[in-house]
């Protein structure tokens, strides 16, 4: 049985949602951020994070990986496209989620939410919203040409950077430059898989 850790309420929740929308059984173990250096979890994942994925004797650490194995081993086409190309595309936006998006969004909320109110750099958040500029630019134009990333249907490379972008609500991003991509992220995230994550734990 395919075992999934990690809260909803984390990085957790994007490879929950690619479990929903493949529609394999697993059993969610909701270990929460707080919980991720205790021993019991440092034995899963040596880093100390969530999500870890565990299937048939594997286990696996990073969000991004356990959801590009997942659309492998369980998903057909569309949701895992065919062929190198199509994977060298997945990959691409998978990644580009992750450093051009993600570390980003992450200081806007680290520097407005998450520090102590003494300890913010405001300077710093402010920056990062600059610097999303052009990436989001990136992603307007794409979504502008058709409707998914790589085409005219939903995959997994949709998935990895909406999953990635679901916190610029939190983060208060300005979408108005680039007002297709936001349509492009209401509608990945308004998916039911994706909503059905979020009544999880
Ligand atoms: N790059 C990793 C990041 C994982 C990560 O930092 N997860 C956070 C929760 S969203 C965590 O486990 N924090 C607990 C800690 O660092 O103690 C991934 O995408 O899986």
Known sequence: MIKLYGTSKSRSARCLWALEELGVKYE?????VAQAKSPEH??????????????????????????????????KTPIWPAGADQHGKVYQWSFWGMTE???????????????????????????????LKA???????????????????????????????????????????VPKAQTWLNKCLGREANQRVRGLK
Not at 108 to 117: G, K, Q
Not at 124 to 130: G, M, N, R, Y
Not at 141 to 159: M, Q
């Open 42 to 75: 440092l034995k899963r994942n040596p880093n100390g994070h969530i999500p870890v994925l565990e299937d048939d004797g594997l286990t696996l650490f990073e969000s991004m990986a356990i959801n590009l194995y997942l659309a492998e081993k369980y998903g």
């Open 101 to 131: 998006i993600e570390p980003r969004l992450m200081a806007v909320l680290i520097n407005r939410m998450f520090l102590p109110p003494d300890q913010r750099d405001e300077k710093a958040a402010t920056q990062a919203l600059e610097a």
């Open 28 to 32: 969610h173990v909701p270990v929460e």
């Open 135 to 177: 990436p989001l630019k990136v992603l307007d134009d794409t979504v502008s040409r058709h409707d998914y990333l790589l085409g005219n249907d939903f995959t997994i490379a949709d998935l990895n950077v909406a999953g990635v972008m679901s916190f610029a609500t939190l983060a208060k991003v300005d979408f108005s430059a």
